[in-house]
């Protein structure tokens, strides 16, 4: 299993549907299957996802955040792990709002 516990990850890509950019950071805790994180910067004021990873270390998660024009968005996320040479961790995510235009899109964080 994946190990998340105290990673920091930044936001590679994103399709333009979605409010994360390179200049948000994400803060990971992990107790046994259960994830959580934090999360700022960029468009984002203030952020919390929460999922469980499974035994192939991919995260199933919900996220809520308030973005820069004060507005509360919520989603779901996908988020499947590749170990990069180095050890560090990448996730490529498939993701859908459950609010606002509903639509979906894709994004990668990396570990930094």
Same mark, same amino acid.
């Given at each position: 299993m994946v190990n998340l516990d105290g990673k920091t990850f930044?936001?590679?890509?994103? $399709?333009?549907? @979605? *409010?994360v950019s390179s200049d948000t950071?994400? /803060?990971?805790?992990? *107790? @046994?299957a259960f994830v959580w994180a934090d999360y700022a910067g960029g468009?984002?004021?203030? @952020?919390? =996802?929460?999922?469980t990873l499974s035994a192939e270390?991919? =995260? $199933?998660?919900?996220?809520? /955040?308030?973005? @820069?024009?004060? *507005?509360?968005m919520t989603g779901e996320c996908v988020s499947t792990p590749a170990i990069l040479p180095d050890g560090r961790i990448r996730f490529h995510e498939s993701w859908r709002w $459950?609010?606002?235009?509903?639509?979906?899109? *894709?994004?990668?964080i990396e570990e930094v």
């Open positions: 930044r936001s590679l890509a994103n $399709t333009p549907n @979605g *409010e950071v994400f /803060h990971y805790r992990q *107790e @046994g468009g984002i004021k203030q @952020g919390r =996802l929460m999922g270390g991919i =995260l $199933t998660m919900k996220y809520l /955040h308030r973005n @820069g024009r004060d *507005e509360i $459950t609010c606002g235009d509903f639509s979906s899109g *894709e994004s990668v």
